[in-house]
């Protein structure tokens, strides 16, 4: 995946979570497990794991892909809180970052291929907040289609559990939002 991609992600979901008011946040999401404040927290958590693995420093948040930070980030403004992660994160994949390897927990993996788990995170749970708080959650065609070809590539059967479901069948001319998200087991 590359920054271009990344930026247009961010992009993406920050429209969502710019419109997310402050008595939604305990509205059920697509993740079963997680509310929207919930969501937006793992969210903001993601960027700082992003960015610290990208820049190959120490997380300044406790978290562990996929899980919740150990402390709330969304505060009283999720916008800027959104805003300030997208800054951080976008400036550690630049220059060299997404064309090398980096050590996770996960062990070694390609610059790339970190930035496209990244880019994937932040566009389904953009996609996760406009469907829990009722806005329209279509994505730019391009920026779906790019996703979901990263997603086909990285995702298998045995890596879906326990956090991806099941593939859920779309026809295979739907648009490239639904089917994205039915790959990545939620219902368009």
Not at 77 to 88: F, L, M, T
Request: aromatic fraction near 4%.
């Amino acid at each position: 995946m590359d920054l271009t991609t990344m930026r247009l992600a961010c992009t993406s979901t920050e429209q969502f979570v710019d419109r997310v008011q402050p008595d939604q946040y305990g509205l059920a999401t697509p993740c079963s497990e997680w509310d929207v404040r919930a969501l937006l927290n793992h969210l903001l958590g993601t960027f700082a794991l992003g960015q610290a693995l990208l820049s190959d420093t120490p997380p300044t948040v406790d978290v562990a892909p996929g899980e919740l930070p150990t402390v709330d980030l969304v505060g009283d403004d999720p916008a800027k809180a959104y805003r300030v992660g997208v800054e951080a994160l976008l400036a550690a994949a630049a220059g060299d970052a997404l064309t090398r390897s980096h050590d996770t927990p996960l062990g070694q993996m390609p610059g790339a291929v970190l930035g496209g788990f990244t880019t994937l995170d932040i566009v389904v749970h953009g996609w996760d907040l406009a469907k829990a708080t009722g806005q329209e959650p279509t994505l730019e065609p391009s920026l779906a289609e790019q996703v979901l070809g990263f997603a086909q590539e990285a995702i298998t059967d045995a890596t879906r559990v326990p956090r991806i479901g099941p593939e859920i069948a779309v026809a295979p001319d739907a648009p490239a939002t639904e089917r994205l998200v039915g790959f990545l087991g939620r219902r368009p």
